[in-house]
C-alpha cells in the first residue's frame, strides 16, 4: 500500500452463477471534480503498471489534483486460491463526458466463477500533479499569450486595411474632383 491511499475490499459470498463457465463482471465508477467551473483541465489514463504488482492502474486528474487506482490483476476465491482477474475500462460503453472541470471512468473487474465467496481489494489516493496529459480537455477564461499577440496582429492587420482603404478612396475622389474640375473648365472653352 502506497502512503495516504484508501484501500476497498470486496468480498462476495454465495453469487448464483447459473453455470461454472460464468463470470461476475464488478463495475466500479471513479469520478473527480473541481469547484472551479472557469478554468481547468481534466484527463483520464488506463493502463498497466510498471511494477512488481501486475496490475492496471486508472488515473483520473483535475486540475493539479489526480485520482490513483490501482486494480490488482488478482483475487482470492473461495478463501484460499488466487486467481487472476482482468480489469477494463468501459467509458465507451457508458458515453462518459469529460470537461474541464471533471472526469468519470467506469471500470469492470471480471471475476472468474467460485463456489462460496470471492475477495478484491483496489486502492485509491489522492496526489498532487503539476504535468498535463496530451489527452486533457482543458478550458480557461484568461487568454495565453499565444491568443492576445494573435488579437493584437488581427487589430493593427485590420487598422492597417482600413487605412489604406480610407487612404485610396481620399486619393481616388480628389482625382476625380480634379477631372471634374477639368472638364468643366474645358467645356466652358468650348461654349464660348
Known amino acids: 500500500m502506497n502512503p495516504s491511499s484508501v484501500k476497498y475490499t470486496i468480498e462476495i459470498i454465495d453469487y448464483p452463477f ?11 465508477s471513479a469520478s473527480f471534480k473541481s469547484n472551479d467551473k472557469t478554468d481547468g483541465c481534466s ?3 488506463f493502463g498497466d503498471t510498471n511494477g512488481w504488482d501486475n496490475s492496471n492502474y486508472l488515473k483520473i486528474q483535475v ?6 487506482a ?8 473461495n478463501g ?9 475500462i468501459l467509458d ?17 473487474i471480471s471475476i472468474p466463477y467460485f463456489s462460496s465467496n470471492a ?9 498532487l500533479d503539476q504535468s498535463k496529459s496530451s489527452s486533457s480537455v482543458c478550458k480557461s477564461s484568461k487568454l495565453s499569450s499565444t491568443q492576445i499577440a494573435g488579437i493584437i496582429i488581427g487589430a493593427v492587420g485590420f487598422v492597417a ?32
Open 80 to 88: 484460499r486460491s488466487i486467481v487472476t482477474v482482468s480489469n477494463s
Open 92 to 108: 465507451d460503453s457508458f458515453k462518459t463526458v469529460q470537461d474541464p472541470s471533471q472526469a468519470t471512468s467506469f471500470i469492470a
Open 70 to 77: 490501482r486494480f490488482i490483476k488478482r483475487g482470492v476465491i
Open 63 to 68: 486540475n493539479d489534483h489526480s485520482l490513483y
Open 43 to 45: 484527463s483520464k489514463e
Open 161 to 192: 486595411v482600413v487605412a489604406i482603404c480610407i487612404t485610396v478612396y481620399i486619393i481616388k475622389k480628389k482625382q476625380y474632383q480634379k477631372e471634374m474640375k477639368n472638364m468643366q473648365n474645358k467645356l466652358k472653352t468650348i461654349n464660348k
Open 119 to 127: 475477495t478484491i481489494d483496489p486502492d485509491f489516493s489522492i496526489l
Open 18 to 28: 447459473q453455470s461454472i463457465l460464468n463470470s461476475l463482471e464488478i463495475v466500479m
